[in-house]
């Protein structure tokens, strides 16, 4: 597949290759182990240049789409899910501003986010509104220039680290759906806290955070593009432009588990024959490197489709972070039963990609919520046929 890469995404895959390898793959036991955000590594990456990948130009980034993102991600993924989701989490937290952001909004916050300055995170989901997140009831109430936030975010990844935050609140609850708004929220506004970090299964090296508003005032410019009751299709199409990232994390850490897996087999023992000779794992291995290369395909074809303005993306979005991610619990899962009992020891690293694994399932919708996407999709076009 790289050799269909243009020369500027084969730059980014080796540039983030580097990073990963070098930097991050070293810590990652040590990141999960410690949950300590690792603002060393942001900073690697801020250095390189890669936090603005998708940011278009005119707002200081590469403007190269979400193609080069997933590339990005994928890397990162495959030495840490943890650091991967940490970084394409600013992609999301930023999609709904260069969807949906006044002009004057994208001038004054997408440049310091594609110069890695500031990180953006992404608060649609609350406790009671997670799949049906046109449920919320975080509420936005006009009061003369400003707008007052009142409610909570729940499942806020870089919640703790981020200094920008794209909110959706409702405006008029009375119209559902069509009455949700977005907003962005600057850290550090009165009324808005952090009240609670979550101790996680997996992608512990980054935080995922409760957000709290009490009579948070933020001016009525800070309402995204200006106008009401967009946020939730704003939320819709930046979800459709994002989950091929998280498509593009599975693939990375099934890839890293089956790099792990390869090092193992041809470097031990098992009954005095080495692991890699007996055909029960040859076979393993070929079924989990076929699946990873065609979740990896498919992410690909995704994000292909959303740079090219593509119509019906959603769908494809949605197969692609619904088959990478099923891939990358079952290559882990697979990574895990060859290492025996090693592989439920923290220290050969395998276990980890399969507890960062698992989370790739539920977020950004859950695989449900993309059948759901995915069969909607399916029967509208066969009635159009019809
Ligand atoms: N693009 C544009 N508009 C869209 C759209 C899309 N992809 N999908 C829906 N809409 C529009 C519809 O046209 C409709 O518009 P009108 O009101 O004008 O008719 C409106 O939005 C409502 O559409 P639906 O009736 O389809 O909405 P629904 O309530 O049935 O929602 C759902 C369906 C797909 C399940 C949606 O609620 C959903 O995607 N849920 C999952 C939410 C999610 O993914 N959350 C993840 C949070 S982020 C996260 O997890 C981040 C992290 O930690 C890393």
Redesign the pocket.
Known sequence: MEELFSKETLEYQLRTREIAQKYIKPVALELDLDQTYPWEIVKRLQDAGLMGVWIPKEYGGHGRGVMDLCVVVEELSRACGGLG?GF??NA?GSFPIILGGTEEQKQKYLPDVAAGKKLVA?G??EKVA?????SLICRACKEGNDYVLNGEKK???NGNAASIYTIYASTDPNKG??GISAFIVEKGTYGFSVPKLEDKLGIRAIG?AELLFENCRIPENQLLGGTEGRG??N???T??RARPG?AAQAVGLAQGALDLTLEFVTNSNLNNATVSSSQGIQFMLSDMATQVEAARRLTYTAAQAIDANAKGV?KLAAMSKLFASDTAMRVTSMAVEIFGELGILRDTGIEKYFRDAKITQI????NQ?QR??IG?TLLKEAASKA
């Not at 997670?130 to 046109?134: K, P, T």
């Not at 977020?363 to 859950?366: D, F, S």
């Open positions: 989701v394409a989490v999301l992404f649609l989901s997670g799949s049906d997140a046109g499942w806020n990844t759906g069509r995922v939730f299709m939320a819709m199409m979800l459709d998280v959603s977020y950004e919708g859950t919520v759901l996407v909607r």
